[in-house]
Protein backbone atom coordinates (compact mmCIF):
# COMPACT_ATOMS: atom_id res chain seq x y z
CA UNK A 1 0.00 0.00 0.00
CA UNK A 2 1.13 3.80 -0.11
CA UNK A 3 0.45 7.30 0.95
CA UNK A 4 -2.19 5.92 3.75
CA UNK A 5 -0.68 8.40 6.46
CA UNK A 6 -3.44 10.21 6.42
CA UNK A 7 -6.46 7.58 6.11
CA UNK A 8 -9.27 8.60 8.67
CA UNK A 9 -10.72 5.49 9.83
CA UNK A 10 -9.87 6.64 13.29
CA UNK A 11 -7.62 8.67 15.56
CA UNK A 12 -3.94 8.61 15.04
CA UNK A 13 -3.89 5.05 12.80
CA UNK A 14 -0.69 3.63 12.48
CA UNK A 15 0.67 2.32 9.31
CA UNK A 16 3.70 0.01 8.67
CA UNK A 17 6.48 0.95 6.11
CA UNK A 18 4.18 -0.16 3.17
CA UNK A 19 2.06 2.25 4.18
CA UNK A 20 3.88 5.35 4.28
CA UNK A 21 4.87 5.49 0.38
CA UNK A 22 4.87 9.42 -1.18
CA UNK A 23 1.61 10.36 -3.17
CA UNK A 24 3.42 9.41 -6.20
CA UNK A 25 3.26 6.38 -5.70
CA UNK A 26 0.05 6.12 -5.41
CA UNK A 27 -0.69 5.63 -9.39
CA UNK A 28 2.58 4.31 -10.05
CA UNK A 29 2.57 0.67 -11.92
CA UNK A 30 4.77 -1.97 -9.79
CA UNK A 31 7.70 -2.73 -12.10
CA UNK A 32 10.69 -5.09 -11.01
CA UNK A 33 9.88 -7.47 -8.12
CA UNK A 34 6.38 -7.43 -6.84
CA UNK A 35 6.22 -6.46 -3.27
CA UNK A 36 5.35 -8.84 -0.87
CA UNK A 37 1.54 -8.42 0.54
CA UNK A 38 1.15 -7.16 4.05
CA UNK A 39 0.38 -8.84 6.48
CA UNK A 40 -2.09 -8.81 9.05
CA UNK A 41 -0.32 -7.11 12.11
CA UNK A 42 0.95 -4.29 9.56
CA UNK A 43 -2.46 -3.00 8.53
CA UNK A 44 -3.78 -0.59 10.76
CA UNK A 45 -5.60 -1.32 14.03
CA UNK A 46 -8.69 -0.05 13.47
CA UNK A 47 -8.58 -2.63 9.85
CA UNK A 48 -8.34 -5.23 11.83
CA UNK A 49 -12.30 -5.76 13.45
CA UNK A 50 -13.86 -5.51 10.08
CA UNK A 51 -10.94 -7.73 8.65
CA UNK A 52 -11.88 -10.71 11.84
CA UNK A 53 -15.42 -10.23 11.21
CA UNK A 54 -15.83 -10.18 7.22
CA UNK A 55 -12.87 -12.71 6.11
CA UNK A 56 -13.18 -15.22 9.05
CA UNK A 57 -16.09 -17.20 10.53
CA UNK A 58 -16.29 -18.23 14.16
CA UNK A 59 -15.37 -22.17 13.36
CA UNK A 60 -12.10 -20.12 11.76
CA UNK A 61 -11.67 -18.99 14.91
CA UNK A 62 -12.20 -21.70 16.93
CA UNK A 63 -9.87 -23.64 15.43
CA UNK A 64 -6.57 -20.87 15.50
CA UNK A 65 -7.70 -20.77 19.10
CA UNK A 66 -7.98 -24.33 19.68
CA UNK A 67 -3.98 -24.86 18.24
CA UNK A 68 -3.24 -22.45 20.79
CA UNK A 69 -4.39 -24.89 23.10
CA UNK A 70 -7.46 -22.19 24.91
CA UNK A 71 -9.15 -24.38 27.12
CA UNK A 72 -12.33 -22.37 26.29
CA UNK A 73 -11.95 -22.65 22.44
CA UNK A 74 -14.55 -24.63 21.88
CA UNK A 75 -17.34 -23.08 24.32
CA UNK A 76 -16.33 -19.09 24.51
CA UNK A 77 -19.29 -17.31 22.78
CA UNK A 78 -18.94 -15.48 19.11
CA UNK A 79 -18.62 -12.29 20.66
CA UNK A 80 -15.63 -13.07 22.75
CA UNK A 81 -13.54 -14.96 19.68
CA UNK A 82 -13.79 -12.24 17.67
CA UNK A 83 -12.42 -9.87 20.29
CA UNK A 84 -9.72 -12.18 21.36
CA UNK A 85 -9.19 -12.46 17.46
CA UNK A 86 -9.01 -8.39 16.91
CA UNK A 87 -6.86 -8.07 19.66
CA UNK A 88 -4.36 -10.69 18.26
CA UNK A 89 -4.45 -9.60 15.10
CA UNK A 90 -2.10 -6.92 15.75
CA UNK A 91 0.70 -9.01 17.37
CA UNK A 92 3.35 -10.59 15.31
CA UNK A 93 3.06 -13.35 17.63
CA UNK A 94 2.06 -17.39 17.22
CA UNK A 95 -1.69 -16.01 16.94
CA UNK A 96 -0.92 -13.27 14.49
CA UNK A 97 0.86 -15.62 12.27
CA UNK A 98 -2.07 -18.22 12.59
CA UNK A 99 -4.51 -16.16 11.98
CA UNK A 100 -2.54 -14.11 8.80
CA UNK A 101 -2.13 -17.86 7.16
CA UNK A 102 -5.73 -18.60 7.87
CA UNK A 103 -6.69 -15.68 6.39
CA UNK A 104 -4.38 -16.38 3.25
CA UNK A 105 -5.43 -20.13 3.31
CA UNK A 106 -9.40 -19.12 2.82
CA UNK A 107 -9.07 -16.49 0.09
CA UNK A 108 -6.24 -18.26 -2.03
CA UNK A 109 -8.09 -18.02 -4.76
CA UNK A 110 -9.07 -14.28 -5.06
CA UNK A 111 -5.28 -13.32 -3.58
CA UNK A 112 -3.90 -15.48 -6.77
CA UNK A 113 -6.37 -13.73 -8.95
CA UNK A 114 -5.68 -10.03 -7.41
CA UNK A 115 -1.76 -10.78 -7.60
CA UNK A 116 -2.38 -9.97 -11.70
CA UNK A 117 -2.66 -6.24 -10.38
CA UNK A 118 -0.17 -3.78 -11.11
CA UNK A 119 -1.93 -0.41 -10.20
CA UNK A 120 -4.53 0.68 -7.17
CA UNK A 121 -6.78 1.25 -10.40
CA UNK A 122 -6.40 -2.68 -11.26
CA UNK A 123 -7.22 -3.31 -7.90
CA UNK A 124 -10.14 -1.43 -7.67
CA UNK A 125 -11.71 -3.02 -10.80
CA UNK A 126 -10.69 -6.68 -9.16
CA UNK A 127 -12.49 -5.33 -5.78
CA UNK A 128 -16.25 -4.63 -8.01
CA UNK A 129 -15.91 -7.93 -10.10
CA UNK A 130 -15.22 -9.53 -6.42
CA UNK A 131 -18.03 -7.44 -5.05
CA UNK A 132 -20.60 -7.95 -8.00
CA UNK A 133 -19.86 -11.93 -7.97
CA UNK A 134 -20.55 -11.46 -3.84
CA UNK A 135 -17.32 -12.76 -2.70
CA UNK A 136 -17.29 -9.92 -0.38
CA UNK A 137 -14.46 -11.85 2.28
CA UNK A 138 -11.56 -12.92 -0.40
CA UNK A 139 -11.79 -9.60 -2.02
CA UNK A 140 -11.55 -7.24 1.28
CA UNK A 141 -8.71 -9.78 2.60
CA UNK A 142 -6.97 -9.30 -1.11
CA UNK A 143 -7.26 -6.07 -1.95
CA UNK A 144 -6.00 -4.52 2.13
CA UNK A 145 -2.83 -6.44 1.80
CA UNK A 146 -2.08 -5.56 -2.31
CA UNK A 147 0.73 -3.67 -2.28
CA UNK A 148 -0.34 -1.37 -5.04
CA UNK A 149 -3.46 -0.68 -2.84
CA UNK A 150 -3.38 3.18 -1.97
CA UNK A 151 -5.51 5.14 0.78
CA UNK A 152 -8.05 5.98 -1.19
CA UNK A 153 -8.85 2.35 -2.39
CA UNK A 154 -8.91 1.50 1.00
CA UNK A 155 -11.08 3.85 2.07
CA UNK A 156 -13.44 2.64 -0.24
CA UNK A 157 -13.47 -0.55 0.41
CA UNK A 158 -14.06 -0.31 4.11
CA UNK A 159 -16.85 2.18 3.65
CA UNK A 160 -18.45 -0.44 1.33
CA UNK A 161 -18.17 -3.24 3.65
CA UNK A 162 -19.18 -1.29 6.33
CA UNK A 163 -22.51 -0.37 4.75
CA UNK A 164 -23.34 -3.77 3.31
CA UNK A 165 -23.31 -4.74 7.23
CA UNK A 166 -26.61 -2.37 6.98
CA UNK A 167 -28.03 -3.42 4.14
CA UNK A 168 -28.02 -7.18 5.13
CA UNK A 169 -29.94 -6.48 8.55
CA UNK A 170 -32.43 -4.30 6.35
CA UNK A 171 -32.55 -6.87 4.28
CA UNK A 172 -33.11 -9.92 6.57
CA UNK A 173 -36.22 -7.58 8.35
CA UNK A 174 -38.00 -7.01 5.19
CA UNK A 175 -37.52 -10.86 4.35
CA UNK A 176 -39.02 -12.08 7.68
CA UNK A 177 -41.74 -9.39 7.08
CA UNK A 178 -42.72 -10.75 4.12
CA UNK A 179 -42.67 -14.54 5.24
CA UNK A 180 -44.38 -14.20 7.64
CA UNK A 181 -47.51 -12.79 5.30
CA UNK A 182 -46.51 -15.61 3.26
CA UNK A 183 -47.13 -17.83 6.22
CA UNK A 184 -50.69 -16.63 6.59
CA UNK A 185 -51.62 -16.78 3.31
CA UNK A 186 -51.05 -20.38 3.39
CA UNK A 187 -52.84 -21.25 6.29
CA UNK A 188 -55.85 -19.66 4.78
CA UNK A 189 -55.24 -21.48 1.96
CA UNK A 190 -54.91 -24.71 3.80
CA UNK A 191 -58.17 -24.23 5.58
CA UNK A 192 -60.36 -23.16 2.59
CA UNK A 193 -58.95 -26.76 0.81
CA UNK A 194 -59.71 -28.34 3.90
CA UNK A 195 -63.91 -26.82 3.65
CA UNK A 196 -63.22 -28.20 -0.15
CA UNK A 197 -62.66 -31.09 1.02
CA UNK A 198 -65.56 -31.70 3.71
CA UNK A 199 -67.47 -30.42 1.41
CA UNK A 200 -66.44 -33.11 -1.65
CA UNK A 201 -67.23 -35.79 0.65
CA UNK A 202 -70.25 -34.71 1.97
CA UNK A 203 -71.29 -34.63 -2.02
CA UNK A 204 -69.37 -38.54 -2.41
CA UNK A 205 -71.78 -39.51 0.44
CA UNK A 206 -75.06 -38.31 -1.74
CA UNK A 207 -73.58 -39.82 -4.91
CA UNK A 208 -73.20 -43.28 -2.94
CA UNK A 209 -76.63 -42.86 -1.19
CA UNK A 210 -78.12 -41.88 -4.73
CA UNK A 211 -76.49 -44.58 -6.92
CA UNK A 212 -77.68 -47.15 -4.01
CA UNK A 213 -81.35 -45.58 -4.10
CA UNK A 214 -81.16 -45.76 -8.02
CA UNK A 215 -79.94 -49.18 -7.90
CA UNK A 216 -82.72 -50.19 -5.35
CA UNK A 217 -85.60 -48.60 -8.16
CA UNK A 218 -83.70 -50.60 -11.10
CA UNK A 219 -84.01 -53.91 -9.13
CA UNK A 220 -87.59 -52.81 -8.69
CA UNK A 221 -88.00 -51.95 -12.39
CA UNK A 222 -86.80 -55.05 -13.10
CA UNK A 223 -89.03 -56.77 -10.58
CA UNK A 224 -92.34 -54.44 -12.00
CA UNK A 225 -91.31 -55.11 -15.62
CA UNK A 226 -91.92 -59.10 -14.72
CA UNK A 227 -94.63 -58.71 -13.20
CA UNK A 228 -96.29 -56.52 -16.25
CA UNK A 229 -95.67 -59.63 -18.34
CA UNK A 230 -97.23 -62.00 -16.08
CA UNK A 231 -100.07 -59.53 -15.42
CA UNK A 232 -100.27 -57.64 -18.73
CA UNK A 233 -103.63 -56.38 -17.85
CA UNK A 234 -103.29 -54.75 -14.65
CA UNK A 235 -103.38 -50.96 -15.39
CA UNK A 236 -102.59 -50.17 -11.66
CA UNK A 237 -99.44 -51.97 -12.22
CA UNK A 238 -98.44 -49.90 -15.07
CA UNK A 239 -99.36 -46.59 -13.96
CA UNK A 240 -97.38 -47.58 -11.07
CA UNK A 241 -94.19 -48.94 -13.40
CA UNK A 242 -94.70 -45.33 -14.74
CA UNK A 243 -94.22 -43.18 -11.99
CA UNK A 244 -91.20 -45.18 -10.76
CA UNK A 245 -89.66 -44.51 -14.18
CA UNK A 246 -90.49 -40.76 -13.84
CA UNK A 247 -89.36 -40.66 -10.32
CA UNK A 248 -86.28 -42.50 -11.40
CA UNK A 249 -85.88 -40.05 -14.14
CA UNK A 250 -85.75 -37.37 -11.51
CA UNK A 251 -83.02 -39.18 -9.62
CA UNK A 252 -80.97 -39.79 -12.11
CA UNK A 253 -81.12 -35.87 -13.35
CA UNK A 254 -80.10 -35.27 -9.55
CA UNK A 255 -77.26 -38.16 -9.97
CA UNK A 256 -75.86 -36.01 -13.05
CA UNK A 257 -76.21 -32.56 -11.47
CA UNK A 258 -74.46 -33.82 -8.34
CA UNK A 259 -71.73 -34.85 -11.00
CA UNK A 260 -71.27 -31.64 -12.59
CA UNK A 261 -71.19 -30.39 -9.35
CA UNK A 262 -68.73 -32.97 -8.17
CA UNK A 263 -66.32 -31.96 -11.28
CA UNK A 264 -66.45 -28.17 -10.19
CA UNK A 265 -65.50 -28.94 -6.47
CA UNK A 266 -62.52 -31.02 -7.95
CA UNK A 267 -61.48 -28.71 -10.68
CA UNK A 268 -61.83 -26.01 -7.66
CA UNK A 269 -59.42 -28.09 -5.44
CA UNK A 270 -56.64 -28.67 -8.02
CA UNK A 271 -56.24 -24.99 -8.71
CA UNK A 272 -55.83 -24.45 -4.55
CA UNK A 273 -53.51 -27.32 -4.80
CA UNK A 274 -51.64 -25.71 -7.79
CA UNK A 275 -51.84 -22.59 -5.82
CA UNK A 276 -50.88 -23.67 -2.95
CA UNK A 277 -47.39 -26.04 -4.76
CA UNK A 278 -46.78 -22.72 -5.88
CA UNK A 279 -46.73 -20.70 -2.65
CA UNK A 280 -44.56 -23.68 -0.93
CA UNK A 281 -42.20 -23.06 -4.15
CA UNK A 282 -41.94 -19.67 -3.27
CA UNK A 283 -41.85 -20.46 0.52
CA UNK A 284 -38.30 -22.86 -0.13
CA UNK A 285 -36.61 -20.44 -2.12
CA UNK A 286 -37.46 -17.16 0.00
CA UNK A 287 -35.85 -19.71 3.14
CA UNK A 288 -33.34 -20.54 0.98
CA UNK A 289 -31.87 -16.83 0.24
CA UNK A 290 -32.28 -16.36 4.36
CA UNK A 291 -30.58 -19.16 4.86
CA UNK A 292 -27.69 -17.90 2.93
CA UNK A 293 -27.97 -14.14 4.67
CA UNK A 294 -28.72 -15.43 8.36
CA UNK A 295 -26.36 -18.56 8.09
CA UNK A 296 -25.19 -19.33 12.11
CA UNK A 297 -21.30 -18.83 11.90
CA UNK A 298 -19.28 -21.84 10.95
CA UNK A 299 -22.13 -23.12 8.96
CA UNK A 300 -21.73 -23.00 5.06
CA UNK A 301 -24.77 -20.72 3.76
CA UNK A 302 -26.66 -22.85 1.16
CA UNK A 303 -25.27 -21.83 -2.57
CA UNK A 304 -27.78 -19.83 -4.66
CA UNK A 305 -28.17 -21.81 -8.24
CA UNK A 306 -25.35 -20.51 -11.11
CA UNK A 307 -27.00 -18.71 -13.84
CA UNK A 308 -23.66 -17.93 -15.34
CA UNK A 309 -23.98 -16.94 -18.87
CA UNK A 310 -27.55 -16.34 -18.82
CA UNK A 311 -29.18 -12.96 -19.62
CA UNK A 312 -32.97 -12.81 -17.93
CA UNK A 313 -35.50 -10.46 -19.14
CA UNK A 314 -38.58 -9.05 -16.97
CA UNK A 315 -41.49 -7.34 -18.16
CA UNK A 316 -43.77 -5.43 -16.08
CA UNK A 317 -43.95 -5.20 -12.81
CA UNK A 318 -43.92 -2.21 -10.18
CA UNK A 319 -41.42 0.59 -10.91
CA UNK A 320 -39.25 0.17 -7.70
CA UNK A 321 -39.21 -4.03 -7.80
CA UNK A 322 -36.76 -3.83 -10.89
CA UNK A 323 -33.73 -3.08 -8.88
CA UNK A 324 -34.44 -5.96 -6.12
CA UNK A 325 -34.99 -8.53 -8.56
CA UNK A 326 -31.71 -7.25 -10.66
CA UNK A 327 -29.68 -8.07 -7.18
CA UNK A 328 -31.18 -11.61 -7.13
CA UNK A 329 -30.52 -12.44 -10.55
CA UNK A 330 -27.01 -10.92 -10.24
CA UNK A 331 -26.33 -12.84 -6.86
CA UNK A 332 -26.57 -15.73 -9.19
CA UNK A 333 -24.49 -15.06 -12.25
CA UNK A 334 -27.20 -14.13 -14.52
CA UNK A 335 -27.26 -10.57 -16.81
CA UNK A 336 -30.18 -8.83 -15.88
CA UNK A 337 -32.66 -6.51 -18.47
CA UNK A 338 -36.02 -5.04 -17.70
CA UNK A 339 -38.84 -3.39 -19.34
CA UNK A 340 -41.69 -2.05 -17.53
CA UNK A 341 -44.50 -3.15 -20.07
CA UNK A 342 -45.04 0.03 -21.81
CA UNK A 343 -45.85 2.76 -19.03
CA UNK A 344 -43.11 4.77 -19.66
CA UNK A 345 -40.94 2.59 -21.92
CA UNK A 346 -41.97 2.14 -25.28
CA UNK A 347 -43.18 -1.01 -26.94
CA UNK A 348 -40.81 -0.44 -29.62
CA UNK A 349 -37.68 -1.69 -27.25
CA UNK A 350 -39.12 -5.24 -26.42
CA UNK A 351 -37.45 -6.79 -29.98
CA UNK A 352 -34.43 -5.66 -29.26
CA UNK A 353 -34.22 -6.58 -25.91
CA UNK A 354 -36.00 -10.24 -26.09
CA UNK A 355 -33.04 -10.76 -29.53
CA UNK A 356 -30.61 -10.24 -26.11
CA UNK A 357 -32.13 -12.45 -23.86
CA UNK A 358 -32.44 -15.92 -23.55
CA UNK A 359 -35.61 -16.54 -21.42
CA UNK A 360 -38.21 -13.64 -20.69
CA UNK A 361 -40.30 -13.53 -17.68
CA UNK A 362 -43.40 -11.28 -17.14
CA UNK A 363 -45.82 -11.09 -14.13
CA UNK A 364 -49.38 -11.81 -15.26
CA UNK A 365 -50.78 -9.50 -13.18
CA UNK A 366 -48.99 -6.59 -13.50
CA UNK A 367 -48.72 -6.42 -17.36
CA UNK A 368 -50.31 -5.08 -20.09
CA UNK A 369 -52.27 -7.67 -22.67
CA UNK A 370 -50.20 -5.89 -25.36
CA UNK A 371 -46.79 -5.81 -23.73
CA UNK A 372 -47.54 -9.85 -22.66
CA UNK A 373 -48.97 -10.64 -26.34
CA UNK A 374 -46.06 -8.64 -27.88
CA UNK A 375 -43.44 -10.83 -25.93
CA UNK A 376 -44.71 -14.50 -25.98
CA UNK A 377 -44.85 -13.55 -29.99
CA UNK A 378 -41.13 -12.50 -29.94
CA UNK A 379 -40.29 -15.21 -27.90
CA UNK A 380 -41.49 -17.57 -30.08
CA UNK A 381 -40.25 -15.98 -33.67
CA UNK A 382 -36.97 -16.47 -31.91
CA UNK A 383 -37.24 -20.24 -30.47
CA UNK A 384 -36.80 -18.51 -26.88
CA UNK A 385 -38.86 -19.44 -23.56
CA UNK A 386 -40.89 -17.67 -21.52
CA UNK A 387 -42.09 -17.91 -18.08
CA UNK A 388 -45.80 -16.02 -16.96
CA UNK A 389 -45.17 -15.18 -13.62
CA UNK A 390 -48.11 -15.64 -10.79
CA UNK A 391 -47.54 -12.31 -9.04
CA UNK A 392 -44.94 -9.28 -9.70
CA UNK A 393 -42.81 -9.89 -6.70
CA UNK A 394 -39.55 -11.00 -5.51
CA UNK A 395 -40.48 -14.38 -4.31
CA UNK A 396 -41.98 -15.15 -7.56
CA UNK A 397 -38.97 -14.37 -9.41
CA UNK A 398 -36.58 -15.98 -7.28
CA UNK A 399 -38.44 -19.35 -7.26
CA UNK A 400 -38.48 -19.32 -10.81
CA UNK A 401 -34.96 -18.26 -11.65
CA UNK A 402 -34.05 -21.17 -9.07
CA UNK A 403 -35.81 -23.73 -10.76
CA UNK A 404 -34.28 -23.17 -14.09
CA UNK A 405 -30.92 -24.37 -12.62
CA UNK A 406 -32.77 -27.99 -12.44
CA UNK A 407 -33.30 -27.56 -16.36
Partial sequence: MSNLSSLPLAQGPAFSPALRLGAAAATAVLTGPVPSRDRLWALPPNLHCSVIGTCLTAGDLRQVFAKLNQPDA????????????????????????LLNKLLDKRH???????????????????????????????????TLTHPA???????????????????VGTANRADITRLRLLERDLEAARDKIARQQARLREAAGEKGTLVARVRALEAELRGLQAAELAIADDARLALRLAD??????????????????LATTNRRVADLELALA?????????????AGLS?????????????????????????????RLSALARGRGAVFLSHDGGMEEGAGLLPALVARADIAFFPVDCVSHLAAGQVKRLCRQAGKAYVPL???????????????AGR
Avoid at 149 to 158: H, K, Y
Avoid at 244 to 260: F, K, P, T, Y
Fill in 244 to 261: EQAHNAALAGRLAAQDRS
Fill in 390 to 404: RAASAACFLAAIDGL
Fill in 295 to 323: APPGEMPPQPADLSGLTLLYVGGRPRLAD
Fill in 278 to 290: ERDVEIAALEAAL
Fill in 149 to 167: TDRTLVQEVFGEVHMLSHL
Fill in 74 to 97: RTATDHALHGRAVQAAGQKDLAGK
Fill in 108 to 142: EAQIRRFARARTAGEVREFWNAALERGDIPGGYWA
